[in-house]
């Protein structure tokens, strides 16, 4: 990768031409103000109907009239982008701290293992009503719920993604930001966000069209005995299955493909052409192929004012920046993370000891409160029969997982490597990742009643469904990102097959793919408590599963077989991913620091 002059970087453009020559309009400003026009109009009107007067027991009608699908499209979308942000915020300062201190990264990725794995209904009956307290008499107490909910099925991949390459880093290039006396500031904002960079863009399309999986989930919130549908197309699918109308089920796909296509086209597009220049070679010439919208933004003079407007604006706060970093001072040189061959003093490692014991505690402290708490109404042996269904889920997301890893890694692999490919599958890829699960479920039902099959089998597929293209996604960014004058090399050598893959393939995608699989397994614990119980009008087919219980009791308001239902959840991924994905991620990071 390509650092940057320090003396250069980030100083504000120079304005050559006067005033009036740079605000005078051309034709790409017609496209231009109407978009930025029609974007304001669209979050106004958005904003007014989250934030509109609304008390419990008032009814909130969903209709299935395909002519309100547009504006249920745009309430949907306000409340997943409202989470994507949060969740690029939330990712940014929990992977910093876990990449950086060994103590935060102690507490850090445990936590997020278990939160990832933490059901949606779960979340959406725990903290609904804190949300609706929040703000009483209005809606935008159940729109923040709905928000948080997406924000949970979003939040993990990204931060995941986003410690995996802090602490990837390849060594040459931290020894290559000392030689340019980049400081810890610099060093991050200049070194570690632009190798994060490409793998953060495609997880936010991964989490992105994760979010569609649980739009459903997340758009019907059920608090005192009462369910909420929000204005969404997550609440008009749900009314159509269980109307058993295909049609409407119908309309709702074909909104959904140009609600994806448009926000593929304006922003990951333009986003994933701005991150080649992050890329360690730079762009390729088979890929300076300019987005529409990005040679828009470049040559209108309305977004030239806005760049000269911010420019203006960062001369006069650059005294106030420096007094914050002033405030806030870094170490001269982190690392990410520390090296292993770091001495301690006696001091430290007690405070270590500490820590972990610390931590030790509170995870029993923790326990024992929920164990207290679920033994009042829960008997002995149904908490052992929990932990059976825990190991049939954990049985079903293993080779789930394991399957598509053998699908979707050949696949992916072939497409990142051939970037002209990887155009043209990525909006692709977004409408299969972002089209909602549940809409195969009135296929699944049909064909296992009409086949007589097992459930306990047929329905385990809908579990990876909706989750597989983590691993699609993560897999095409690793292999995109990998450097150009390896492949030449790779290919000049004209190496086997075999010995290709294990040794170049292999290394250079792991900690894209493990960030990958992580995400995967979780969102196919997740998918587990809608695909274990599977509806269709009056139909119901269940599978035995963890899963299955969490439902059942979200939907009963049984909060004591709730809080065993996911507390089991939670032990069973913490448990596989120390031993399984934490050693890969171990092992990808020393791979990766090797000279």
Avoid at 324 to 341: G, I, M, T
Avoid at 405 to 417: C, F, K, M, T
């Amino acid at each position: 990768m390509a650092l940057p002059d320090p003396r250069n970087a980030w100083r504000a453009p120079t304005i050559t031409l006067g005033w009036p020559e740079r605000l005078r309009l051309n034709l790409w400003d017609v496209p231009a103000f109407a978009l930025v026009l029609g974007a304001l109009i669209l979050l106004t009107i958005g904003g007014a109907g989250m934030s509109t007067p609304y008390d419990i027991g008032d009814p909130l009608d969903v209709t299935l009239d395909p002519h309100v699908l547009p504006y249920y499209a745009l309430r949907s979308v306000l409340r997943m982008f409202a989470a994507l942000a949060l969740s690029i915020s939330f990712s940014f300062i929990v992977a910093i701290a876990a990449a950086r201190s060994r103590r935060a990264e102690k507490l850090i990725v445990p936590m997020l293992d278990v939160l990832q794995s933490v059901p949606v209904l779960s979340f959406l009956t725990i903290t609904v009503t804190g949300f609706i307290a929040l703000f009483p008499g209005s809606l935008l107490g159940v729109e923040c719920a709905s928000i948080f909910a997406v924000f949970t099925s979003q939040a993990w991949n990204i931060a995941f993604s986003l410690y995996q390459s802090f602490i990837t880093v390849p060594k040459e290039l931290r020894e290559a930001a000392r030689t340019l006396h980049l400081g810890a500031w610099k060093s991050f904002w200049r070194l570690d966000v632009p190798f994060a960079m490409p793998g953060l863009i495609w997880n936010m399309m991964a989490s992105m069209s994760g979010g569609w999986f649980f739009v459903v989930a997340s758009e019907a919130i059920t608090v005192s005995d009462q369910t909420i549908l929000l204005p969404g197309i997550g609440s008009y699918i749900s009314v159509a299955i269980q109307q058993k109308d295909l049609g409407a089920i119908a309309w709702a796909i074909g909104v959904m493909f140009v609600v994806i296509l448009a926000y593929d086209q304006l922003l990951f597009r333009p986003l994933l052409a701005w991150a080649e220049k992050f890329k360690p070679e730079g762009a390729t010439p088979d890929i300076l192929e300019r987005p529409w919208f990005l040679t828009m933004l470049q040559k209108a003079r309305l977004a030239e004012a806005v760049r000269a407007v911010a420019s203006w604006i960062y001369r006069g706060s650059s005294r106030s920046l420096r007094t914050v970093r002033a405030l806030v001072p870094l170490r001269a040189q982190p690392q990410f993370p520390p090296e292993a061959n770091t001495s301690h003093d006696r001091r430290s490692i007690w405070v270590d000891r500490g820590w972990d014991a610390l931590l030790l505690l509170g995870a029993l402290a923790i326990a024992l409160k929920i164990g207290e708490f679920v033994r009042e109404s829960v008997p002995g042996d149904e908490i052992v029969q929990v932990f059976f269904y825990g190991a049939l889920t954990a049985l079903r997301v293993f080779v789930l997982v394991a399957i598509a890893s053998v699908v979707w890694v050949p696949i992916g692999v072939y497409i990142g490597l051939r970037p002209a490919w990887a155009r043209r599958a990525q909006p692709i890829f977004q409408f299969l990742a972002a089209f909602p699960a549940n809409l195969f479920y009135p296929i699944a039902v049909a064909g296992i009643v009409y086949f007589h099959l097992n459930d306990e089998i047929w329905l385990s597929p809908l579990m990876v469904l909706g989750t597989q293209w983590y691993i699609a996604f993560n897999v095409i960014g690793g292999a995109s990102a990998l450097p150009r004058d390896l492949q030449l090399v790779a290919d000049n050598l004209h190496l086997p097959r075999w010995l290709w893959w294990r040794k170049f393939i292999i290394p250079g995608i792991l900690p894209a793919y493990v960030t990958g699989a992580v995400t995967a397994a979780g969102g196919a614990w997740n998918a587990a408590i809608v695909s274990e119980i599977v509806t269709w009008g009056d139909i119901e087919l269940s599978a035995t599963g963890i899963g299955a219980y969490i439902g059942k009791a979200s939907h009963a308001g049984d909060f004591p077989r709730l809080w065993l239902g996911t507390a089991v959840l939670c032990v069973y991924v913490i448990v596989f991913n120390r031993t399984v994905w934490r050693r890969l991620y171990e092992y990808a990071a020393e791979r990766s620091r090797l000279d």
